[in-house]
């Protein structure tokens, strides 16, 4: 897997990552091969980047499956785009169909117990709300699911991660999308849009509004009180709510904005688990990172064995995937690539995580992208396929 700018892509990669357009539609979803009119209409769009699962166009290899089906994710940001654009034209929510939505991500999630968290899509800018908003009521409903919730009560989460961020209907685009740092006063209104969002969310005539208006108002606090905009603490905190701030950021940070680039997974990790403290419920993060592809299938390392492609990610052991070694610690590559289990090696096995102008590098160098190394059929070949020039 490797990240790729706009001007590098050609037909016949498969994309890792859907793409809304503005509206909330689906552009391009995941797994779909290239052709010149995406990479043409990309360009058009000013998307800058996309993650694909390989540089070459004769080997396309599939993203690995995520924790819901793709056109479940599709449908249900088509939904929340519609009913923020009513929101917003008429003062109406359509919580009938926000609640077919959020039935439809509940039965999901719960019938794909065993698929990781993967890469996450792409938004443009004027479409982020929507996709954030399904992003984090997804990951917030497999917490809650992981917690043991019922049904009906992950039902309320999931409706409760897709309306988080309502309030940011009254916040002006072009603070939201800001490229650049916010001035102080321009914070102050971003960090109005929870109260707003409860302000609307207990105008609903619904028997749960007032539990979705807390988790719009107390997604942005935290354990010890530094949040906003109540500096609530502790168990003063809605359990859905420490479980939706969670999901708040993690796509928050793994996603593309207009003033910061993609965290890969691992780094989201680091900061999350070691750099944030009193931010987060502890033991509901533990459990969540338990469950998320921290370094996804894809991935390419240097590890103490030498340099290795993540082949497999298994339930909690997330720090320590199957990985397959292809070259030794120079970056030569290896007669008989082999696998291992991190797990059953030293903790500090990994050593860092390949950037993509490195992996770049390394498939220049060597003609060969270790995406291919995930082909078992390949991996058996005596004679790798080798890139071309003109394809890298």
């Known amino acids: 897997m490797i990240r790729l700018k706009s001007n590098q892509l050609k037909t016949g990669m498969v994309t890792a990552q859907s793409i809304f357009n503005e509206k909330g539609a689906a552009f391009l979803v995941r797994g779909t091969p290239l052709t010149d009119r995406y990479i043409y209409r990309l360009r058009q769009l000013s998307v800058p980047e996309l993650h694909v699962t390989s540089l070459s166009s004769n080997f396309q290899l ?10 479940t994710r599709v449908q249900a940001v088509e939904n929340v785009a519609e009913t923020f654009r009513q929101a917003e034209m008429h003062g109406q929510f359509n919580m009938s169909l926000m609640e077919r939505c959020a039935d439809l991500l509940v039965r999901d999630i719960m019938s794909k117990k065993k698929n990781l968290v993967q890469i996450t899509d792409i938004r ?6 929507f996709s954030h908003s399904v992003n984090v009521a997804v990951l917030a409903t497999m917490l809650g699911n992981l917690c043991g919730y019922s049904k009906s009560k992950l039902q309320v989460i999931t409706l409760g991660g897709l309306l988080h961020d309502i309030g940011k ?3 002006p685009t072009s603070i939201l999308n800001k490229p650049g740092a916010l001035t102080a006063d321009e914070f102050k209104i971003i960090r109005r849009h929870p109260s707003e969002g409860r ?8 028997p749960i509004a007032s539990i979705l208006a807390i988790i719009a108002v107390q997604h942005h606090e935290h354990i010890d009180g530094s949040g906003y905009p109540n500096h609530i603490r502790g168990k003063s905190i809605h359990p859905y709510c420490r479980i939706t701030a ?22 989201v990790y680091q900061m999350m688990m070691h750099n944030s403290p009193g931010h987060f419920d502890m033991d509901r993060l533990r459990l969540f990172f338990d469950n998320v592809a921290i370094y996804p299938v894809g991935t390419v390392m240097k590890t103490n064995l030498g340099y290795a492609i993540v082949k497999k990610v298994i339930f909690g052991h997330t720090l320590a995937p199957v990985v397959i ?4 610690k120079n970056g030569g590559l290896l007669k008989k690539p082999f696998g291992v289990n991190l797990a059953h090696c030293r903790r500090d096995a990994i050593q860092y995580v390949m950037d ?37």
Do not use: C, W
């Not at 302000?199 to 619904?206: A, G, I, M």
């Not at 070694?325 to 030794?328: E, G, M, P, T």
């Open 62 to 71: 599939q993203p690995p499956p995520d924790i819901i089906k793709e056109h």
């Open 124 to 129: 443009l800018h004027d479409s982020y709300t």
């Open 169 to 171: 209907l009254a916040v």
């Open 199 to 206: 302000r609307l969310l207990k105008e609903l005539k619904s």
């Open 246 to 267: 969670i999901a708040d950021v993690y796509d928050a940070l793994t996603s593309v904005r207009p003033y910061k680039k993609a965290y890969k997974p691992n780094v």
């Open 325 to 328: 070694v292809f070259a030794d």
């Open 356 to 392: 993509d102008v490195e992996l770049l590098n390394f498939i220049r160098h060597t003609g060969i992208d270790p995406a291919v190394f995930l082909d078992d059929d390949l991996r058996a070949m005596k004679d790798y396929p080798r890139m071309g020039k003109h394809e890298i």
